[in-house]
């Protein structure tokens, strides 16, 4: 791996939205990132719903053409809390100049050796979004927040610096799980417990977000967020797709107003 091919930054993560029992447990299963049947084996079968719906949605609102392999060519791409690079890899094919940044340390290591063996230049930090905002950072035409902000300890303050690195007329993305008896049931007792799909105590029914407060977070920030979108899994088919339910899974898109020009 050289320099040239990838950018990775030693330096520590540090700022009000890391909790250190949420980093310490991804740190844990950072080299387990890629494996399909492993710990992040529903993450990567829900991978391909979260991407089609990013790619679709920056698509339409930057007017691109839909058929070319790498549309997004020119524009930049903030991944945060990239973990071990799941989005970040596809957003670099499609044509984003892409960043990730994640707290863990160890996750940004198996993100930069991954994406060296795949011969793409991500530029990973090991830094946490308060850090990037502080700094000479450029903006970024889309900002990604996905199932990263259940997992910080002020995610209204985190939120809203995530919405600050957004460049003018630009899309910020959060997914999250909602506080509803539903996604107990499902995303704790059933999938964590009964299903086993991914490690007891991954989550914590309380940090759940409702959509009504991802939209509070936003307000005083020029952002504008849309009705949020529900992921739902098909136990029959095995897969994941988007859906009217967001009683459990769901996506928010948040859009400068129309007036604004990137």
Same mark, same amino acid.
């Given at each position: 791996?050289?320099? $040239?091919?990838?950018? =990775?930054?030693?330096g520590s993560a540090a700022g009000f939205s890391i909790d250190e029992?949420?980093?310490?447990?991804?740190s844990a299963l950072a080299a387990k990132w890629w494996d399909v049947k492993g710990e992040f084996a529903p993450l990567h079968k829900f991978n391909p719903t979260r991407v089609k719906f990013i790619r679709e949605t920056c698509l339409d609102h930057f007017a691109l053409?839909?058929?070319?392999r790498a549309p997004f060519e020119g524009l930049q791409l903030l991944d945060v809390g990239c973990g071990g690079g799941l989005l970040s890899e596809p957003m670099r094919r499609m044509g984003f100049t892409v960043t990730g940044l994640d707290a863990?340390?160890?996750?940004?290591?198996?993100?930069?050796?991954?994406a060296a063996q795949g011969g793409l230049d991500i530029r990973y930090l090991n830094q $946490?979004?308060?850090? =990037?905002?502080?700094?000479?950072?450029?903006?970024?035409?889309?900002?990604?927040?996905?199932?990263?902000?259940e997992h910080v300890s002020d995610p209204e303050a985190f939120l809203r610096t995530c919405a600050s690195?957004?460049?003018?007329?630009g899309l910020l993305f959060v997914a999250t799980l909602n506080r509803?008896?539903?996604a107990y049931g499902l995303a704790i007792?059933?999938?964590e417990y009964v299903l086993q799909w991914v490690p007891k105590g991954t989550h914590d029914w309380k940090k759940f977000l409702m959509p009504e407060e991802i939209r509070s977070f936003l307000d005083g920030t020029e952002l504008m967020p849309e009705p949020p979108v529900g992921v739902s899994y098909n136990p029959l088919t095995q897969e994941w797709a988007l859906s009217d339910d967001t009683d459990v899974n769901y996506m928010v898109v948040a859009k400068y107003p129309v007036t604004a020009v990137l």
């Open positions: 791996m050289t320099e $040239t091919l990838n950018s =990775l930054d030693s029992g949420e980093v310490s447990r991804f053409d839909y058929r070319k863990s340390e160890k996750n940004i290591g198996t993100a930069s050796a991954h $946490t979004v308060e850090q =990037l905002a502080e700094s000479d950072e450029v903006l970024y035409h889309v900002v990604l927040t996905m199932e990263v902000i690195l957004v460049k003018p007329g509803t008896a539903k007792v059933g999938a």
